[in-house]
């Protein structure tokens, strides 16, 4: 009797390490075949995130007018082609970055023999300023029409969010510069206001590169 | 009944069960560029042991480059974009041995990075508190040799070196 209780004790032993045994082998097992099968994609990354400029809307959005304009169907090769625009446009909004801000150092040196009262260089003045604007505009058209990026989801303040509120400020000192320009010619008090307006412009600019680095 | 007794000692010790479960695990990348250094830390790590005991035997790890957060949004985008995590969205480490050395432990195995795989090798502390077991290691990742275009800011690319850092706690069950 005491046999069998001992036979029985240790079948049943036997068959709970050999189940347990097969547990850590199944654990194991289903872990490397996720490994190898688990390519699916975060949902989330297909999609646009929920918070986007309106020009990013305008063109990326849900119903945008170049969503899902590339790869038909293929959501995973729509989203890569959108991320790849994105970069390019990136790369190009930094470039006219740089090359807006040199414009603004150029006019600030020729502005400033104006204010001296060289008048020589008054059309090279209007030229330069003619030039930073256009350069200014296809920088900001390359930031705020860009498909917009993978995550929105930063919730402190962060350099990217700074570079955004400069932005606002650089834009502003730019349209109030533009505005002051065309009535200096009928109220001429109103060149300092103009000269200030440019060098806000300037310095918001400079600090909204300069940031990025941190 | 002793040849039963025997037979029971030799299968507990060829086949145990898993003693210990992972708890928190996180793996955190530092990049450096010319004009500053950051990390990225992933906390949603998929953790896989096999134990003998109180010594890891076998680990696979995975995790995915959309859970790393370096506090960044456009910068974590910038890194779904090179590391092509649409199409290659995990990184995994399957272990292939697992040496004892006292506190110190040399893990080999498989890291599979933008689908490349290569076989790695490193050093991993072990710490015992509170029935806890937690491992911590580092490794150097290249990126260029896992066909990773370096991403750039301001005209000027990262360093290709990588580090991964990692700590691992298990739980005795």
Do not use: C
């Not at chain 2, 050093?123 to 150097?140: A, D, H, T």
């Amino acid at each position: 009797m005491r046999k069998k209780l001992i036979k029985v004790y240790s079948m049943i032993y036997l068959v709970g390490i050999f189940m347990s045994a097969n547990a850590v082998k199944a654990q194991t097992d289903s872990l490397l075949l996720q490994l190898i099968n688990s390519n699916k994609v975060d949902s989330s990354l297909i999609q646009p995130p929920a918070k986007m400029l309106f020009t990013q809307r305008i063109l990326w959005g849900t119903n945008g007018i170049l969503k899902n304009r590339y790869s038909g169907n293929d959501l995973v090769a729509n989203r890569q082609k959108d991320l790849k625009i994105r970069r390019t446009m990136l790369k190009l909004h930094q470039i006219g970055g740089f090359v807006t801000l040199g414009g603004m150092l150029a006019q600030g040196i020729i502005g400033s023999q104006l204010y001296k009262g060289d008048y020589k260089v008054k059309d090279l003045h209007e030229n330069v300023g003619m030039a930073v604007n256009f350069s200014y505009g296809f920088t900001a058209i390359n930031a705020l029409f860009s498909p917009p990026s993978a995550f929105q989801r930063d919730k402190k303040i962060t350099s990217i969010r700074l570079h955004k509120w400069l932005a606002v400020l650089h834009l502003s000192g730019m349209i109030a510069t533009n505005i002051l320009a065309t009535q200096i010619e009928h109220d001429v008090s109103l060149k300092p206001y103009h000269r200030a307006a440019a060098y806000v412009s300037f310095a918001s600019l400079a600090t909204a590169l300069i940031v990025i680095k941190f | 009944m002793l040849h039963y007794f025997i037979l029971n000692i030799l299968l507990s010790v060829f086949f145990q069960a898993p003693t210990y479960d992972i708890t928190t695990s996180s793996i955190t990348y530092t990049m450096k560029h010319k004009l500053h250094t950051w990390d990225g830390t992933s906390k949603q790590v998929n953790v896989a042991s096999k134990w003998n005991g109180d010594k890891l035997e076998q680990i696979s790890v995975l995790a995915k480059v959309s859970s790393f957060n370096s506090g960044l949004s456009s910068r974590d985008s910038h890194m779904i974009e090179v590391l092509d995590a649409l199409s290659i969205p995990n990184i995994t480490f399957s272990s292939s041995s697992i040496h004892y050395n006292g506190a110190s432990i040399i893990v080999s195995g498989k890291l599979q990075f933008h689908g490349v795989t290569k076989d790695i090798q490193f050093n991993v502390r072990e710490k015992k508190e509170n029935n806890q077991l937690l491992y911590e290691g580092e490794f150097p990742v290249l990126l260029e040799s896992f066909n990773v275009e370096r991403p750039s800011l301001l005209f000027v690319k990262t360093d290709n070196s990588m580090n991964i850092k990692f700590a691992l706690v298990f739980k005795n069950k």
